[in-house]
């Protein structure tokens, strides 16, 4: 019997990225249709989409029409197409007029902690849903702290994390490492350095590219 083909995966993502959510759970979802297959590594990477938001953050619907230059119809429209995506693969996306969108710094200094501790996965998806799902502030300490109990971590270490600015160093290198390599939006999922799969793509793409990349690794 052929041993699972070990892959690295980096996904480079931020934690109030709508796709990221989309893309992340996709991954997944095509891991298991690999089982057996491929061995994943997954490392989570620091990506901030908007890095200079105060820390109460904006209206989110005045956020992106000023960003993007769209009217209110427009952003409804690309919300409808997200949360039908979204509810594709089980994930529950609410935002809408009145969510806010927030600075997301913190969130990626508690998740590269939680790397450390092999908790990161868990952190991200409870980030994600906490955001997206349920509208909460990643951004305040009090929700991280909370997050990261409910993700298996200890809230004391981790709110000793955030407040003490813990980490800041390696998520801005990190980040500044995948800019340098031509990562200007997200998700981005590459696998063993070198293999770029770009945006939320549906299960099969992931399952498709990952099985070939796979198929052609060195034995």
Same mark, same amino acid.
């Given at each position: 019997?052929?041993? *699972?083909?070990?892959?690295?995966? @980096?996904?480079? /993502?931020?934690? =109030?990225?709508?796709?990221?959510? $989309?893309?992340? =759970?996709?991954?997944?979802?095509? +891991?298991?249709?690999? @089982? #057996? ?11 901030? +989409?908007? *890095?200079?938001?105060?820390?109460? %953050? ?11 230059? $769209? ?17 594709? +693969? ?7 007029? %009145? /969510? ?20 990161? +996965? ?17 951004? =305040? ?7 990261? #109990? ?5 809230? @004391? ?7 003490? %600015? ?16 031509? $990562?200007? /939006?997200? *998700?981005?999922? $590459? ?7 770009? %945006?939320?793509? *549906? ?15 060195? #034995?």
């Amino acid at each position: 019997m052929t041993a *699972p083909a070990p892959l690295r995966i @980096d996904f480079v /993502s931020d934690v =109030s990225c709508p796709w990221c959510a $989309i893309g992340l =759970s996709a991954l997944e979802q095509a +891991l298991r249709q690999l @089982d #057996g297959v491929v061995q994943a590594d997954i490392h989570l990477q620091p990506f901030e +989409l908007n *890095p200079q938001l105060p820390a109460e %953050g904006e209206d989110a619907t005045e956020h992106l029409m000023h960003k993007y230059g $769209i009217g209110m119809a427009q952003v409804e429209a690309n919300r409808a197409v997200i949360r039908e995506r979204a509810a594709a +693969l089980g994930f529950a996306f609410n935002v809408g007029v %009145g /969510s806010r969108v927030y600075n997301t710094f913190d969130a990626h200094r508690l998740l590269h902690w939680a790397e450390l501790q092999g908790r990161h +996965l868990a952190l991200k998806k409870a980030l994600l849903r906490a955001y997206f799902t349920d509208g909460e502030d990643v951004a =305040s300490h009090e929700v991280l702290v909370r997050l990261a #109990g409910e993700a298996g971590l200890d809230r @004391d270490e981790a709110r000793r994390v955030l407040e003490t %600015g813990a980490y800041a160093e390696d998520v801005r290198a990190q980040e500044a490492f995948f800019q340098q390599r031509g $990562i200007r /939006s997200v *998700p981005a999922t $590459i696998v063993n350095g070198t293999h770029l799969i770009p %945006g939320g793509q *549906p299960p099969e793409v992931f399952e498709q590219a990952l099985r070939e990349i796979a198929a052609a690794a060195p #034995g």
